[in-house]
């Protein structure tokens, strides 16, 4: 499962260079299958080679070295430790391929790209500009072509400087963007917006215009912040926001939330332990088994164990992993699978970077 996306993103590569560009449509090649927790043929609670229910060689109900029918490391039908078809858990630093130039992306409007998602159920990134843009979000095909603007009436864009993409609500991803930046430490209150994906995109040179948005407003525990990096946990639903400064601070707001004109007050966290002096950006995997934060010059992942939280994992060692040279580098954005990420820097005509996972 892992590596359905990786496949895609290799074989639109090759068609960038032998046709100079893939096709537009957003859900010709979509991914049907996601890592959730749900038993199937992989890594989680099903009939698999886990150390899980199954008929194994060990301490369960069959002939194996689990609980219950199968004959490997988890509880489905794979050879994991989740609960889907995919690969085992991330539990080590992975090492990372040299990275390649998946696009380069052309769009006078996306000129301070500050935000970057990868879609979970197509082929597609989504994409902001920094402060000084209005409301909206670009959709963009990985060969770096624009599909679609998206529009949020009536949202206010002080400083939006991150997104991601996590539950809601409803059933479906959701499109979460932070309007969290704060260069000064003087914003009262700070506001994440959040909207279900959008799935029909239509024209790409008509903007869609969408109401259906919903306003968190958040307030620190302690003072006003910077923060660039905004994340929502897959597992748990908790939105976490990490703040910029020599000193890196974690703040939470567990889930489940609800939209509300009063500012919520933020939980503060123990600081992780992040090399760097400035974070940027970051990122949780889909299946939340690790957590990226980037600075300008440098990029550090965090295993997390089964059972732990973002903030008990984001406590651990960090692993430093690659990041390109960029004019200022503020996006990241795991993709799919979970066997790689992208970055895209500020300014134009600007390389769509990918970076792979060997493991």
């Known amino acids: 499962m892992r590596h359905m996306w990786s496949s895609w993103v290799l074989a639109s590569s090759s068609l960038i260079v032998a046709c100079g560009g893939v096709s537009t449509d957003p859900f010709e090649d979509v991914v049907h299958e996601t890592e959730t927790e749900t038993d199937g043929d992989g890594d989680g609670d099903g009939d698999g080679d886990g150390d899980g229910d199954g008929d194994g060689d060990g301490d369960g109900d069959g002939d194996g070295d689990g609980d219950g029918d199968g004959d490997g490391d988890g509880d489905g039908d794979g050879d994991g430790d989740g609960d889907g078809d995919g690969d085992p858990w991330l539990d080590a630093c992975p090492t990372v391929a040299d990275p390649t130039v998946q696009a380069v992306v052309d769009i006078d409007e996306l000129d301070e790209a500050s935000g970057l998602a990868a879609s979970r159920t197509a082929a597609l990134l989504w994409a902001h500009n920094d402060s000084g843009d209005s409301a909206r979000v670009f959709a963009l095909d990985l060969a770096g072509e624009r599909l679609a603007t998206v529009e949020l009436t009536g949202a206010s864009a002080t400083d939006w400087e991150d997104m991601t993409i996590g539950p809601g609500p409803t059933p479906g991803d959701w499109l979460y963007i932070g309007d969290i930046g704060d260069n000064a ?119 997390r164990g089964p059972d732990q939280s973002v903030g008990e994992a984001m406590l651990g060692q960090a692993c430093a992993i690659p990041l390109a040279i960029e004019p200022q580098g503020e996006t990241l954005g795991i993709d799919p699978d979970g066997m790689g990420y992208f970055t895209l820097s500020e300014s134009t005509n600007q390389p769509l970077w990918r970076f792979e996972f060997e493991r």
Do not use: C, N
Request: no cysteine; charged share 25%; aromatic share 10%.
């Open 185 to 303: 430490e003087a914003r009262p209150d700070i506001t994440i917006y959040r909207l279900p994906e959008p799935q029909d995109l239509g024209d790409p040179e008509l903007p869609i215009m969408v109401d259906d948005w919903e306003a968190i407003v958040l307030r620190y525990p302690d003072a006003a912040h910077d923060a660039e990096t905004l994340l929502v946990d897959p597992i748990s639903g908790d939105l976490l926001i990490v703040t910029k400064g020599q000193q890196t601070g974690l703040f939470r707001l567990a889930a489940p939330f609800e939209p509300s004109d009063d500012a919520q007050v933020l939980e503060q966290l123990d600081d992780p332990t992040f090399p760097s002096a400035y974070a940027t950006a970051g990122d949780i995997s889909p299946l939340g088994d690790f957590i990226v934060v980037r600075g300008y010059l440098s990029a550090f992942l965090w295993v």
